[in-house]
């Protein structure tokens, strides 16, 4: 049995050094576009949804993808999954699923007279949590110190998981039957939640059609590998943020936590997300320094789902969305000096 202490993935050498240069980055668009084609063969007329998965993949991040049942959560997840050739496992969350379906759990071997790990599903490059919110709270718990440190500890010993690594979670709104409130702590660890949407008319014909005889995953084949990803995940860390843009992202966060409509703003792990977010976008526009432009972008998907708003907000009917479009509008934009 491999010890997951010792893996890896495809992950770089530490040594190794990944600039934003004009190749590395011409490199990351070139791969995020077969990625963005190949998704879109089978997730049609979303290419706004695909980017921003493609997105928080190369930021290093977690996705949250939320809305009601058949529009796609699943697909997309997958879509993303088959794109990459990595490890990939599927969680499928129910209220009798345990921690350590997850983790792992210490087994006694016979033969060797000792206890041997034998890691859970989380041990992937990219992990699907199908209907996350279907587990009980502290079976969802067991994400945490996986998601934030990308390692897992069980019985006292630390395993570090592979690179690259993501969680693509779905979930249903918390309305639904049989459905439990993700914690504050689990939600912030999701760098971005996005919404997929009923398809457009055409859209949904152009499904028909192409769906109708047998799923596209089935003719899905990467266009790149783990290696490839760690690689360019490296590439947009080294994406520059000017001290303007940096003060920037902190007022969005501090305005959300001011804000009276607010009653739980953005965390510090919620600014960090934001700019490498925005990294991460701004280099898929093939540049090797942030915009602005590029925090207003990413700030909804990444911010939203982290607001907690007020009472009197809640009876006025306001959403996250309207609140967090407020605070976009009225916090001074950093100019660049002439």
């Known amino acids: 049995m491999i010890d997951p202490r010792t893996r890896s993935g495809e992950s770089l050498d530490s ?3 990944v600039r934003s240069t004009p190749e590395a980055l011409a490199e990351l668009r070139a791969v995020a576009s077969r990625m963005a084609t190949a998704m879109e063969s089978v997730i049609e007329g979303k290419p706004g949804v695909v980017r921003t998965a493609i997105t928080v993949l190369l930021a290093g991040g977690h996705l949250l993808i939320e809305d009601v049942p058949g529009v796609g959560k699943t697909m997309l997840a997958k879509a993303l999954a088959r794109s990459i050739d990595c490890t990939v496992r599927r969680i499928q969350f129910t209220p009798d699923l345990l921690p350590s379906d997850i983790t792992g759990v210490s087994v006694f071997n016979q033969d060797v007279r000792d206890f041997e790990f034998r890691p859970g599903a989380i041990f992937a490059n990219v992990v699907v949590g199908d209907e996350i919110n279907r587990a009980s709270p ?4 067991a994400l945490l110190e996986c998601m934030e440190e990308g390692q897992v ?3 006292g010993q630390t395993y570090v998981l592979q690179r690259p ?3 693509m979670a ?3 709104p918390i309305e639904m039957e049989g459905t439990y409130p993700l914690p504050e702590a689990q939600r912030d660890r999701f760098m971005a939640r996005i919404s997929i949407g009923y398809p457009s008319v055409s859209a ?3 499904m028909l059609n192409t769906h109708g005889g047998r799923s596209p995953l089935a003719t899905l084949a990467p266009v790149t590998d783990a290696r490839t990803v760690a690689r360019l995940v490296a590439v947009t860390q080294d994406v520059y943020a000017s001290p303007a843009v940096r003060q920037y ?8 936590r001011n804000s009276p409509a607010v009653r739980l703003g953005a965390s510090p792990r919620a600014a960090l997300h934001v700019l490498r977010a925005a990294r991460a976008h701004g280099a898929l526009e093939a540049r090797d320094h942030v915009l602005p432009d590029d925090i207003q972008r990413v700030a909804p998907a990444v911010l939203g789902h982290r607001l907690m708003l007020s009472g009197e907000a809640t009876l006025a009917r306001r959403t996250a969305s309207d609140v967090l479009a407020e605070i976009l509008r009225s916090t001074p934009v950093p100019v660049a000096p002439r």
């Open 15 to 17: 040594g190794e050094v």
């Open 138 to 141: 502290k079976t969802q718990s």
């Open 153 to 155: 500890t069980v019985d």
């Open 165 to 167: 690594f993501i969680v």
């Open 170 to 172: 779905t979930q249903n």
């Open 204 to 206: 949904e014909v152009e």
């Open 249 to 256: 992202v902190v007022d969005l966060a501090n305005a959300t």
